[in-house]
């Protein structure tokens, strides 16, 4: 039986391994990477079998998954040369266009991208994926059935990818929790009550929203009461330049993920 071949034995690997063995996923899985303690940890945790070479890694798949760093990419499709088969390979690396990837290694390899979110390992992770033009509709059904072992998928044309991507890590909900969690700190909470607190403002809310059917607008003037302390705490970071902050930061990753293409 072929097998689920991951190129890359880093974070996003590690991540999608522990949510597919959480979601009872017994398919075998390869994992290429030089680097021996990653395979070894890999091997011992998961299950996964480790293959130090990357040809015979890439000989085994049915599914190849390129999980390399972005400056990576390039090297390593030229040393991955040509394939002598039909392949459906997926990229994770950010910024890395679908039209770079064919250029390097074209068919009979068809690609997608992936944008998986670390928290795939508890099962709840969003991936976005996008197709290059002539996917088969039967391939398309299997990548995305694949990535949805760890959570909900969501297919996207490919000019919307790189803002969806700086858009939807879980990066901005643990760095709010951590800096709403220290501003509470400096109030007086204990780091334990403050966590709790700033846990619950911001994951149950959204939890209620994606449950329900009221807008996020009628749930925001429903939080926070005209000249109550939610209206004062929000007016208060709006003025500070909360909008102006948050645009900022999404308009940096928009330029990463440019320099990586």
């Not at 034995?9 to 999608?16: E, F, N, V, Y």
């Not at 522990?18 to 899985?29: S, V």
């Amino acid at each position: 039986m072929k097998a689920t071949v991951f190129i890359g034995g880093g974070r996003i690997t590690r991540a999608l391994v522990a949510g597919l063995r959480l979601a009872k996923y017994h398919k075998p899985i390869v994992v290429h990477d030089r680097n021996r303690h990653k395979l070894g940890d890999l091997e011992e945790l998961y299950g996964v079998q480790g293959a130090s070479d990357l040809h015979n890694a890439v000989a085994q798949a049915r599914l190849l998954i390129i999980a390399v760093r972005p400056d990576s990419v390039s090297g390593l499709l030229q040393e991955i040369g040509q394939v002598d088969r039909p392949l459906n390979a997926v990229s994770l690396a950010a910024g890395v266009p679908l039209s770079k990837l064919r250029a390097q290694l074209g068919p009979p390899v068809r690609w997608a991208r992936a944008m998986p979110s670390p928290a795939c390992r508890s099962g709840r992770g969003l991936t976005a994926l996008t197709f290059e033009k002539g996917f088969p509709p039967a391939a398309r059904r299997e990548v995305g059935s694949f990535f949805a072992n760890v959570g909900p998928i969501l297919e996207i044309p490919e000019s919307k990818f790189d803002a969806f991507t700086v858009t939807y890590s879980c990066s901005h909900g643990y760095h709010a929790l951590a800096m709403l969690a220290a501003a509470a700190g400096k109030l007086g909470l204990d780091r334990k009550s403050a966590l709790t607190a700033a846990a619950h403002a911001l994951a149950d809310g959204i939890l209620a929203w994606r449950a329900g059917k009221i807008s996020l607008e009628a749930l925001l003037r429903e939080a926070a009461t005209p000249g109550g302390i939610a209206a004062g705490v929000m007016e208060a970071m709006d003025k500070a330049g909360y909008e102006r902050v948050v645009a900022r930061g999404l308009a940096e990753g928009m330029k990463r993920a440019r320099k990586n293409a």
